[in-house]
């Protein structure tokens, strides 16, 4: 479109704003409170120009054809705006840590501000958060903070006191003490230095680490209360640009959940000084957890393998790579021929990337000669990607985050996702708190998205299935499916209905324990909504119906309607950084890369010449039944990357039982853990932070990730750990780098057509499948199924009666996550600041068994199962109801949950164990007279949450020292 901009005709591009199209323009108009991912706050006032008469902040209004623009006529209101704000923000630029990204900087320097009034408001330094600082005096209140803990992530913490003029957290608290779950969103966007990562003070520039005191003295002997600092801010300049000399900023992705959160991380050698999330992160912009953002320091903990090890009798003995890739290879090769290929397993790694998982699928199946090749995915999300390869065909979410954030109604079933998934959380939380999305919740704790929901249910443990059965046959009997999707585009209709004939509104209470009523609820929910989205997770796939269940959720979205369509679908939410890569790229016993099936001779004729190799025939095993068969003594060797199998697989006695009985036991690990030390020998593994790849997230995305920093001591990538080994068995891999791989993905599977690295530089990604052109799928099935004939499949499912409490066992555990720690803390355990937030594991307890077994918070307690017991102790907690109990997994020692799972009961279809069908009993050892509760008071969950819309910038425009008045705030 054509504008006017002081008196030039200019053609531009059409922009969210004007200022966005002034800044594309050439046109530099300082902004402090906007950020292109948060939006227009209208604090700052620094953007104030002239539109057709009129003053406007340019953050804030669109641009429309033939709008003529002043900027030079405004320029005095602009300076004035940046007096105001550096009243309240003293300059010392080249000792203060944030001059390498400070965007107040930025603004004085390119508006030729000279002159500074500050007025010191003598507030102390909140430092008593362990990961970040918020110093008021350096506050400019441009309400980025507020606007991204109240409506980005939504944990609804901080506002302004604008009165105090200062930002405050739970009204008033110390931050240590507040509501704040240290997601550091609010850090990541400040503007200015008011809010510093402590891990960056004193360590991002030259002139930083002086002693405050010092700092202090020499601010003040530069500076006067009226002076022109542009010799001062010529240095800082240099300093600016010199600072890059010694930061080294890398974009990589997240290596915790399956999320896919990207971002920059910023260092000095090893030193882990920041990470810095960007509005171009595809799947999470700005946002973070506290894990993502402050829980990388592992990487450099004194604890990480750094040299290979070889079992001597008892104890392990450092070794050459040389050395131990050579006894690998003459021990698996001596187990091959003498007990024959299927007599060894691989477990491809969870937290390695594609091209890693691509090799270890293709070292199992070309130089190994199995199909024994799988991923932690059986422990989670296999049964979940069981239900939708039986109805819709492919095995990942069927759209996107943006999906689930723009639907009509969001169903979670199973998922504490505010905790497991805390940032696609948020998207949630931000659609329902500011244009009113519906919400049902269906799980068996009060967790934070429960409180949220519009509709909160809580069947009996095991029973989703049967609830979900009702509710579509309660929408069947009032004739609300879409007759038309169901005729068009799907098959198997009438015998699924007649499957459903046993699931009567008075048979599913009679199970369930949820009322007819709730039942008719959901589906008028479902009815009345344009576009549907399901979310589930280890709440529905570690039952015995996992796959049943996840069967059943895809069965109500065809049913209604809800496939093909923005806004629409399934989206099993993966559990690891990169469990959905893993599997996508070939880490399964029945699927070679790309889904394409083992027991397709077409397939397996394509792979072999491809890789001119004759593949296994025989069945792969499973996870699970690589332990059965090690148990039997069919299993002779394994090798295991980036997998505690020990505390990961139920039933850890029996684990080890299986895994003592191998003859060869390989683990690639960064930390020695419990099943590392079982090993024969241990490999020091390269972190995901120490490598190139990729990872695939929950939504199907593709990201690259770059290294940032070389392996610890001698560690390896398990990229560069196969080649070496695949060569000393006699097969060298054609790969130079994870590149090469890709490349030959891309020839070998459909859904990778279009990928390459040159269309996943920097933040770029790409959700597959992809086309050759390099079109990718933003959602899935708009035209048809992935079945040959393009049809969705209803499939009848199966109930399973659930392992349920007894006289003996007369409480029933339930397991899950907590957000600060990730699984068994084996990484965030070494974190210093979330040990700091979480020291233990606990066992939450409803007030009806507290009242029932005498217990009070810190009680230690004995849980005991058919299968184990463990000592923990005790929290009272309203999250529970009945006789129900909860114990985090994140323990690798003497309090793992798996010391109490059973080991042999298991979803039948997947092999998935059944970890959610525990009964416990729970007897009180010691009384807690004096001892501190297990969960510190400075844990977020004991704050008060402060909930507001924005950062009500209208009460800054009401005081009476507020400069701008009338049109401008009209």
Excluded at 51 to 57: E, F, S, T, Y
Excluded at 624 to 629: G, I, K, Q, R, S
Excluded at 762 to 791: H, I, M, T
Aim: with cysteine; charged share 25%.
């Amino acid at each position: 479109m054509r504008i006017v901009v002081d008196g030039h005709t200019l053609d531009v591009e059409q922009g969210p704003n004007l200022l966005e199209v002034l800044l594309s323009a050439g046109f530099y108009v300082p902004h402090l409170c906007y950020n292109k991912f948060l939006g227009p706050l209208k604090t700052c006032d620094a953007c104030v120009v002239e539109a057709n008469g009129r003053l406007v902040r340019s953050c804030s209004i669109p641009v429309v054809e033939g709008m003529k623009i002043g900027v030079r006529s405004t320029e005095s209101l602009r300076l004035r705006a940046l007096d105001h704000l550096l009243q309240h923000h003293q300059l010392y630029c080249t000792v203060c840590d944030n001059n390498l990204d400070c965007e107040l900087h930025e603004a004085f320097v390119k508006s030729r501000v000279t002159r500074q009034n500050y007025v010191d408001r003598g507030y102390e330094v909140d430092d008593s958060n362990p990961f970040y600082i918020y110093d008021p005096n350096q506050c400019i209140l441009s309400g980025r903070c507020v606007e991204a803990c109240q409506d980005v992530v939504v944990n609804e913490v901080i506002k302004i006191d604008w009165d105090k003029k200062r930002v405050v957290w739970s009204d008033g608290a110390p931050i240590n003490f507040s509501s704040c779950v240290s997601c550091g969103t609010c850090v990541t966007v400040c503007p200015v230095n008011a809010l510093m990562e402590k891990s960056m003070l004193g360590r991002a520039g030259f002139l930083t680490g002086m002693k405050e005191e010092v700092k202090r003295k020499l601010v003040t002997s530069l500076k006067g209360a009226e002076y022109t600092f542009e010799p001062i801010m010529f240095f800082s300049q240099v300093d600016a640009k010199l600072r890059n000399s010694i930061v080294k900023r890398t974009k990589t992705v997240c290596p915790f959940c399956g999320v896919g959160c990207s971002f920059e991380v910023w260092t000095r050698g090893r030193e882990i000084l920041k990470v810095e999330p960007k509005p171009e992160s595809p799947a999470n912009g700005v946002a973070t957890c506290v894990k993502g953002k402050f829980g990388l320091s592992f990487v450099n903990s004194r604890d990480r393998l750094t040299r290979p090890l070889i079992r001597d009798g008892d104890h392990f003995r450092e070794a050459s790579w040389q050395e131990a890739i050579s006894f690998i290879a003459t021990k698996l090769s001596r187990i091959k021929e003498k007990y024959g290929p299927d007599s060894i397993g691989v477990i491809a790694s969870c937290t390695g990337t594609n091209e890693e998982a691509y090799l270890a699928q293709r070292f199992a199946r070309d130089v190994v000669g199995t199909h024994n090749i799988d991923n932690c995915a059986r422990y989670c999300q296999a049964p979940a990607t069981t239900g939708l390869w039986r109805t819709v065909g492919y095995g990942g979410d069927s759209g996107s985050i943006t999906d689930v954030e723009e639907a009509d109604l969001v169903i979670i079933v199973g998922s504490n996702t505010a905790e497991a998934h805390p940032v696609l959380a948020g998207r949630i939380k931000r659609a329902k708190k500011l244009r009113g999305q519906k919400l049902i919740v269906v799980d068996v704790r009060r967790h934070e998205m429960a409180e949220r929901a519009d509709l909160f249910i809580t069947p009996k443990i095991g029973t989703d299935l049967v609830l979900l059965n009702g509710v579509m046959k309660y929408i069947v009997d009032r004739g609300w499916q879409d007759e038309k999707f169901i005729r068009e585009r799907t098959v198997g209709y009438d015998a699924f209905v007649e499957s459903l004939k046993q699931y009567t509104l008075e048979n599913v209470e009679a199970v369930t324990g949820v009322p007819k009523e709730t039942v008719i609820k959901v589906a008028t929910m479902i009815h009345e909504a344009k576009s549907v989205v399901a979310l589930w997770a280890m709440g529905v796939t570690q039952h015995q119906d996992g796959s049943e269940t996840s069967t059943a959720i895809s069965n109500l979205l065809l049913l209604t309607g809800n496939y093909g369509r923005p806004n629409t679908g399934g989206y099993p939410l993966r559990g690891h950084a990169n469990v959905q890569g893993v599997s996508d790229f070939g880490a399964l016993p029945t699927m070679m890369p790309g889904y394409q099936p083992t027991s397709d001779e077409e397939v397996l004729t394509k792979f072999e010449k491809a890789w001119n190799t004759k593949l296994p025939r025989s069945k792969g095993l499973t996870s699970t039944e690589m332990v059965d068969a090690a148990l039997q003594g069919k299993m002779k060797a394994m090798v295991v990357m980036g997998e505690d199998k020990l505390n990961a697989d139920a039933g850890r006695e029996t684990v080890r039982r299986a895994l003592s009985n191998l003859e060869l036991l390989v683990v690639t690990e960064l930390f020695m853990t419990e099943t590392a030390k079982l090993a024969t020998v241990v490999l020091p593994a390269a972190a995901s932070l120490e490598k190139e790849g990729t990872f695939v997230n929950t939504e199907r995305r593709i990201q690259r990730l770059y290294k940032v920093m070389e392996p610890l001591g001698e560690a390896r990538s398990e990229f560069q750990i196969l080649l070496d080994l695949a060569k000393a068995m006699g097969k060298e891999f054609p790969y130079t780098n994870p590149e090469d791989v890709m490349g030959e993905a891309a020839q070998l599977c459909p859904i990778f057509a279009g990928v390459a690295y040159s269309r996943l530089e920097g933040f770029n990604s790409l959700q597959w499948p992809v086309k050759p052109s390099g079109e990718d799928s933003r959602y899935l099935y708009a035209d048809k199924f992935a079945f040959p004939d393009g049809k969705a499949r209803f499939y009848r499912t199966t109930h399973y009666e659930p392992r349920v409490e007894n006289p003996t066992y007369d409480l029933m555990l339930v397991n899950g996550r907590m957000l600060e720690h990730f699984h068994w803390a084996n990484l965030t355990g070494r974190v210093s600041g979330i040990k700091y937030k979480v020291p233990e594991v606990y066992l939450e307890v409803s007030p009806q068994v507290a009242a029932e077994k005498g217990l009070k918070d810190g009680d230690l307690v004995m849980v005991s199962s058919s299968n184990g017991r463990l000592k923990t102790r005790v929290m009272v907690t309203n999250r529970l109801e009945g006789k129900k109990v909860f114990l985090s997994l994140h323990d690798s020692k003497e309090m793992n949950v798996n010391e109490l799972t059973d080991p042999m009961t298991r979803d039948p279809t997947s092999k998935t164990p059944a970890y959610k069908e525990t009964p416990v009993y729970v007897e009180k050892l010691e009384d807690c007279v004096s001892c501190e509760p297990p969960l510190p008071k400075w844990n977020p969950r004991y704050g008060k949450k402060t909930p507001q819309v924005g950062v009500n910038v209208e009460l800054k425009w009401g005081r009476p020292d507020y400069t701008y008045r009338g049109e401008l705030n009209e």
